[in-house]
């Protein structure tokens, strides 16, 4: 069966490769994609993945060509690869209803947000903030997958202690910020956002991550001239469904 290649495709990512440490492949820029085949839709329909919450994770992983440790995709990037799949598999229009009328997308028009390069020092991911109302210098870094695992397994520890604590939003301050005033100790940053971190600057540092952070602009302009997120639901990847 050799004669039967899968045909691939070259996706760039919004960070341009420039978070990541050198000699990582993420470093490059780039991921080779394969396009989807009956194998990924099993995947899209594994109820047990479904439940587990991890089913784009395993559809992803099983797409990506380029060796790459998969947990060290930052948020933004793993979307640009979410729409690549998208496209390679059910090609590049999304139908969808929004506020009761329906839209077609070309998912292919979609750019990744331009970010301020002069903000990164290439190779390293954190960025210095100094939170407007407190003063307090503090440095963050863009969630990756394995921080975003990190989290899910701390929330999910949580709720085992008391099913109506939801701490999420706090949870991700203390993984998302990697110092505050100089103080890199993890019992230090957690003690600040549990116990000092304003909700104004929480508010304050939480857009100005989503402005500078790469990313794909998954929105599109409804009917009534407003810019609007992309709905990405079941029917992003069935769309039969």
Known sequence: MSEFKIPTEIVELPSKGLLYPEGNPL????????????????ILTNQVYIKQGVVLDKLL????????????????DKNAL???ARI???????SFDFDGESYTVDLSTLDNKPFNESLITKGVNEFTYTLPNSGTDVTFKILSTS??????AELAGLKKINKDLSPELSTRLKYIITSVN???????????????????????????????????NL?????????????????FFWPDA
Do not use: C
């Open 27 to 42: 470093a490059e820029g780039k991921v080779e994609m394969k396009y989807m085949t009956a194998k990924e839709e099993d």
């Open 61 to 76: 992983q099983s797409l990506i060509v380029t060796k790459i440790n998969y947990d060290d995709l930052i948020v933004g």
């Open 182 to 216: 100089g103080n890199r100790e993890t019992k230090t940053i957690r003690e600040f956002v549990d116990n000092h971190l304003l909700a104004r600057d929480s508010r304050l540092l939480r857009e100005y991550i989503r402005q500078i952070q790469p990313d794909v």
């Open 82 to 84: 979410m729409v690549a």
């Open 88 to 94: 390679l598999g059910y090609g590049k229009d999304y």
């Open 219 to 235: 929105t599109f302009i409804s009917n009534s001239g407003e810019e609007v997120a992309i709905p990405v639901n079941l029917n």
């Open 147 to 152: 921080d975003e695992k990190a989290i899910d």
